[in-house]
Each structure stands twice: as structure tokens, then as C-alpha cells.
């Protein structure tokens, strides 16, 4: 299958690999609707195409692999009731799925900034590689939001509390960083992946892997070393009690983390803590996709999320206003309502199972 110049995701045959380039460099290959579209189709195309053996993902540009949804759709979308973004995140949530049960081998190539939606289209594939270069993060709290695309699993199940705090901080993580906590499998330094990209054509992802990849030790990780704060000051039951340890331990590390959630929305915490705990517990991918489904259609209905983008993106003021604007005001039925079954609506996926 072969796309024109312009498109927004190229794709073609090469050797024994498909090749799916995001190509939207100058938003840092942002994923609009059709992009996702796209990389669904011929996802489904190439599962059952002889040719190709193994699928291979890669960004436009110098900057990353992907910066994450296009976040001025959804402000703008929101504003209009939210139709447009549901069918989006209902999409993008059933191209997650996809990639995780893909029948061959998906090599996401993580290079540079790998934020959101970008996460989603990489960090469930069967071969996640990242550089030194690589800015792995889930930002959505910084924005009125709630972390999906199968992300709330991945901070779930990292080590400890690491993905609480990369949650409710909107923290990045490096190369080193993202192997550790579960979201990458390999690191290939940058000098070498051109190579390592182009003899994926030739030999099994796994020889690819073999031949260019470098071990990663715990120790080369910086967010591994700050473990036994992070485990401690997490481990509580509310985001009150988190900033109340966070800012009695004494680090100075844990009283920027206090300062950096602070600053992020309140409803937005306290639904995230509680869709991580909930996906704890949940059996499957697909239950947690089910459940980052119900909460992004409530998150849309939030004033949070528009003022969000509005202070970061849109007027770039860096001055939000949140709705409401403490979290002793977010109600545990506020937070519930986040959680509650749509109907007809769902997604559904769990029930197929």
C-alpha cells in the first residue's frame, strides 16, 4: 500500500517490513483523526498480508516520534459539546488495542519526544526501542486531563509508585527511564538506529535488536534511584495526603514534585489517582481501555480541560483557572462520575474478550 507525498502517515513495503512513518513534522507528527484512521487500516491490511512480516514505526522530523493528540481539536471540539473527540478517542483507543494484539512483530522506534497519544501508538507494540534522546511522558494532568490511550495501565503497573508520580507530576521519562518502568523493551543509540531501522528489511526484529542494541542497567535509570521516596510518598490513599508526605520528607526532589502537582488540575488529580488504582486491579488492556473510554467522555464535559489547553496551548498565558479551583472542592461524586458506565455508548472491548 502506498500514499502520496503530502499524507499525514506514509506507508509502504520495504524487504520483509511495512513501513507507517507519522508524518506531521512540524507539530511533532501530532495524531489527528485521519492519521489514526490510517494507521488502523493498514494495520488491518498488513495482519493478513504475506508480504509483510513484521510492521515498523517510525516519526517524521528530528523532534520525535509523536507529541500526542492534537490538543487544539479537542479544546475546540469541547467547546462544541465534545461529538468529535469521542469518535476520536474511540478510534484512537481501538488502534491501541490493535497494536497490542498484533499478529506480527510492531517495532515503534521511540525517538525524541514520545508524549501521549504517542505512548499509545508505541508503548503496546511487541518491540519498543528508545534512544538517549528519548522524552517519554503522559501530560495529560498538565492539561485538564486524564492519562489514556492504555497509559493509565503502563503507570499502573510500573514499578512501585513510579507511575503515580509520572502521572500526577506530567513527568518525562528518559530512555533509560522508560525501560525500567515498563514502557520500552531496548535502547539503540541514536548513532546506530538509521542502521538498525534499515536492516529490520532484511533479518527478524530480534536479530535487529541483538546486533544494535545496548544494555540498560537499572542504575543508568535517574528515576529508579529516587524510588524509595517516590514509593513512600505515593503509597497514599488521597492526592492530599501524597503532597502532605511529599512536602514533610525533606527532599528537596519531593517539594518540587508537591509544587509541580499543584499546579495541575484538581479534578484532574484525584480522577487519575483513582483511575490508576482502578487499573490495578483490572484484569486486561481491554478492561482499562473500557474504563479510559467513560472517563475521557466525562473529562470532556469538564471546564478543566478547555481552560487547560487554553492556558498552555492556546493563549500560552501558563495561568489556568480550574474548575473547581482546590481539591478539598473536587466531591468523591464528582470523581465517581468519571467512572460510570455509558451504555450504548461503551466501548466495549473487555466484552470481547
Not at 491490511?45 to 500526542?68: H, I, M, S, Y
Not at 481501538?94 to 515503534?108: C, E, Q, S, W
Not at 509508585?161 to 509520572?166: A, K, S, V
Not at 535509570?221 to 492526592?239: G, K, L, Q
Amino acid at each position: 500500500m502506498s500514499t502520496q507525498p503530502d499524507d499525514s502517515v506514509l506507508a509502504r513495503k520495504d524487504g520483509r517490513v511495512g513501513r507507517l512513518t507519522l508524518n506531521r513534522p512540524r507539530a511533532i507528527n501530532a495524531l489527528d483523526h485521519a492519521m489514526v484512521r490510517r494507521l488502523d487500516a493498514v494495520l488491518a491490511d498488513w495482519a493478513v498480508d504475506q508480504e509483510v512480516a513484521a510492521v515498523v514505526v517510525t516519526g517524521a522530523g528530528e523532534r520525535g516520534l509523536c507529541a500526542g493528540g492534537d490538543i487544539r481539536f479537542f479544546h475546540d471540539d469541547a467547546k462544541l459539546g465534545g461529538a468529535g473527540a469521542r469518535a476520536f478517542f474511540r478510534d484512537e483507543y481501538l488502534l491501541n488495542h490493535r497494536i497490542a494484539r498484533y499478529p506480527k512483530p510492531y517495532v515503534a522506534v521511540m525517538d525524541g519526544l514520545v508524549l501521549g497519544g504517542g505512548v499509545g501508538v508505541s508503548a503496546h507494540g511487541s518491540v519498543r526501542v528508545v534512544t538517549e534522546r528519548t522524552a517519554l511522558g503522559m501530560p495529560e494532568t498538565a492539561i485538564g486531563f486524564v492519562p489514556d490511550v492504555g497509559g493509565s495501565r503502563l503507570l499502573a503497573l510500573a514499578p512501585g509508585e513510579l507511575g503515580t508520580h509520572l502521572a500526577l507530576t506530567a513527568g518525562r521519562l528518559t530512555g533509560a527511564d522508560a525501560v525500567y518502568c515498563g514502557f520500552a523493551d531496548h535502547l539503540v543509540p541514536s548513532d546506530r538506529l538509521a542502521a538498525f531501522t534499515r536492516a529490520l528489511a532484511s533479518v527478524e526484529p530480534a536479530d535487529a535488536v541483538g546486533e544494535f542494541a545496548v544494555p540498560v542497567e537499572p542504575s543508568e535509570s535517574a528515576i529508579a534511584a529516587e524510588r524509595e521516596w517516590i514509593d513512600h510518598c505515593y503509597a497514599a490513599d488521597t492526592v492530599e495526603e501524597i503532597l502532605e508526605r511529599l512536602l514533610d520528607c525533606g527532599l528537596p526532589q519531593a517539594k518540587e514534585a508537591a509544587e509541580q502537582i499543584l499546579a495541575k488540575s484538581p479534578t484532574a488529580l484525584k480522577v487519575t489517582l483513582a483511575a490508576l488504582r482502578r487499573a490495578r486491579r483490572l484484569p486486561s488492556l481491554e478492561a482499562v481501555l473500557d474504563q479510559e473510554y467513560r472517563v475521557s467522555w466525562a473529562g470532556l464535559e469538564s471546564p478543566d480541560l478547555v481552560e487547560g489547553v487554553r492556558a498552555q496551548v492556546v493563549d500560552k498565558d501558563r495561568n489556568p483557572r480550574w474548575s473547581p479551583a482546590t481539591l478539598a472542592e473536587v466531591s468523591p461524586a464528582e470523581v465517581e462520575r468519571h467512572f460510570a458506565e455509558l451504555g450504548e455508548a461503551e466501548l466495549g472491548l473487555a466484552a470481547g474478550v
